[in-house]
């Protein structure tokens, strides 16, 4: 197929035909290269990782599952180096493009998904979501992207970066599409009530400039319109940063445990950035990981009081901003990272579904405005997010 934005692996041919009754049929999407697809090698946006393996034996479940509803696969998609990347660059196989902010990066790691939806080259995409790699790239890309509640959806046939993290995501340009590929994959689940209760995220709006939150107002006074009441409350008794700062201890330890015997048989070229993280991950030590479990475990105490009523729903910015340009330093890509983090760590730590929109723009730059749910909450999203389009 023709890929005018790089945001597909040149070097796979992977194709599945979707099955041609179905409720997804006619719909073409692409999987991130860490899906497995059998008798194809996945490549996870590393050459020496792929000249490493063989070719899959069986096929994801979640692109089995995809195919067998009547969508077509089209190819997979880059991604970030194993994943360890949140802006899209690849030095191995370049970066794909940002079809919504020109000259600047798609968002990472699922970077080749988002790329390739908001081009319209395909209807929907997968990615995976272990500190942000759907909600930041469909942020950037102005599209709908999901991290689901940890858990909801196999993650069997990928690769695991942190296990106690990692999830699947997807990403669409409108919701209409966006609930149809949720309803597929989603496993069943008792229904919720629909939530009353927007709390927006004080100290989660703190973290973005005024030109971002002047942005982001009407979006949330729009979002806002669907629930009983608004309210303004901060979740955290510290810091958002303090509470990125427990994920990053043990999505390093995790991630290092992941990978460390291949990096000690291979010694792969990697870029300085994932490099670092790398060397930065075998650095922690257990007492870090303990003090970050207990910081871990009160966070999930303080979001369970924020939930407890069960009719709450959490509004917050996706991302501090919209994409950065292509080529920033590596000093400044590590400073907003940090940022970002600080918002994606919400969901992150406590394994609840956060649902990015498109709504708005920054200086003519896309942003997204997130809806934060209560676990198992996947579904109320996406149909608040489906009432939101009808209504705008």
């Given at each position: 197929?023709?890929?005018?934005?790089?945001?597909?692996?040149?070097?796979?041919?992977?194709?599945?035909?979707?099955?041609?009754?179905?409720?997804?049929?006619?719909?073409?999407?692409?999987?991130?290269?860490?899906?497995?697809?059998?008798?194809?090698?996945?490549?996870?946006?590393?050459?020496?990782?792929?000249?490493?393996?063989?070719?899959?034996?069986?096929?994801?479940?979640?692109?089995?599952?995809?195919?067998?509803?009547?969508?077509?696969?089209?190819?997979?998609?880059?991604?970030?180096?194993?994943?360890?990347?949140?802006?899209?660059?690849?030095?191995?196989?370049?970066?794909?493009?940002?079809?919504?902010?020109?000259?600047?990066?798609?968002?990472?790691?699922?970077?080749?998904?988002?790329?390739?939806?908001?081009?319209?080259?395909?209807?929907?995409?997968?990615?995976?979501?272990?500190?942000?790699?759907?909600?930041?790239?469909?942020?950037?890309?102005?599209?709908?992207?999901?991290?689901?509640?940890?858990?909801?959806?196999?993650?069997?046939?990928?690769?695991?970066?942190?296990?106690?993290?990692d999830t699947i995501g997807w990403f669409a340009r409108d919701a209409e599409t966006f609930a149809r590929v949720g309803a597929i994959i989603l496993p069943p689940t008792a229904a919720s009530p629909r939530p009353r209760r927007l709390v927006i995220a004080e100290d989660a709006f703190e973290l973005v400039g005024p030109d971002v939150r002047a942005a982001l107002?009407?979006?949330?006074?729009?979002?806002?319109?669907?629930?009983?009441?608004?309210?303004?409350?901060?979740?955290?008794?510290?810091?958002?940063?303090?509470?990125?700062?427990?994920?990053?201890?043990?999505?390093?330890?995790?991630?290092?445990?992941?990978?460390?015997?291949?990096?000690?048989?291979?010694?792969?070229?990697?870029?300085?950035?994932?490099?670092?993280?790398?060397?930065?991950?075998?650095?922690?030590?257990?007492?870090?990981?303990?003090?970050?479990?207990?910081?871990?475990?009160?966070?999930?105490?303080?979001?369970?009081?924020?939930?407890?009523d069960g009719e709450t729903v959490v509004c917050l910015p996706t991302t501090v901003g919209p994409a950065p340009p292509l080529g920033q330093a590596v000093s400044d890509r590590h400073t907003l990272r940090l940022r970002n983090s600080a918002l994606t760590s919400i969901a992150g730590n406590t394994g609840r579904p956060q649902l990015t929109l498109p709504l708005?723009?920054?200086?003519?730059?896309?942003?997204?405005?997130?809806?934060?749910?209560?676990?198992?909450?996947?579904?109320?999203?996406?149909?608040?997010?489906?009432?939101?389009?009808?209504?705008?």
């Open positions: 197929m023709s890929d005018p934005l790089n945001a597909f692996c040149a070097d796979s041919d992977a194709y599945l035909p979707g099955a041609p009754d179905g409720p997804l049929a006619g719909l073409t999407f692409a999987a991130k290269d860490i899906f497995d697809v059998a008798g194809h090698i996945t490549g996870c946006g590393n050459p020496h990782w792929k000249a490493t393996h063989g070719p899959a034996d069986a096929t994801a479940w979640v692109v089995r599952t995809l195919v067998n509803a009547g969508a077509t696969m089209t190819g997979k998609t880059i991604t970030d180096e194993l994943t360890r990347g949140i802006f899209g660059e690849n030095m191995h196989y370049g970066t794909p493009r940002n079809p919504r902010a020109s000259g600047r990066v798609p968002g990472g790691s699922s970077s080749g998904s988002a790329s390739a939806v908001a081009g319209k080259l395909v209807d929907f995409a997968l990615g995976s979501d272990t500190g942000g790699s759907v909600r930041v790239p469909a942020s950037f890309c102005g599209l709908y992207g999901l991290r689901p509640t940890h858990s909801r959806i196999h993650l069997d046939g990928m690769l695991l970066q942190a296990p106690s993290y107002e009407s979006a949330i006074d729009s979002v806002a319109g669907l629930f009983n009441s608004r309210t303004t409350e901060r979740l955290s008794p510290s810091s958002l940063e303090e509470w990125s700062g427990h994920q990053q201890i043990l999505q390093s330890r995790e991630g290092w445990l992941s990978i460390k015997d291949w990096l000690d048989a291979t010694n792969p070229a990697m870029s300085f950035e994932v490099s670092d993280r790398y060397v930065t991950a075998r650095a922690v030590t257990d007492d870090q990981v303990a003090a970050a479990q207990v910081g871990r475990d009160s966070i999930i105490a303080r979001m369970n009081e924020v939930y407890q708005a723009e920054a200086d003519g730059l896309p942003v997204g405005l997130s809806l934060l749910g209560d676990h198992g909450a996947d579904e109320q999203l996406i149909a608040l997010a489906v009432e939101l389009a009808a209504s705008l």
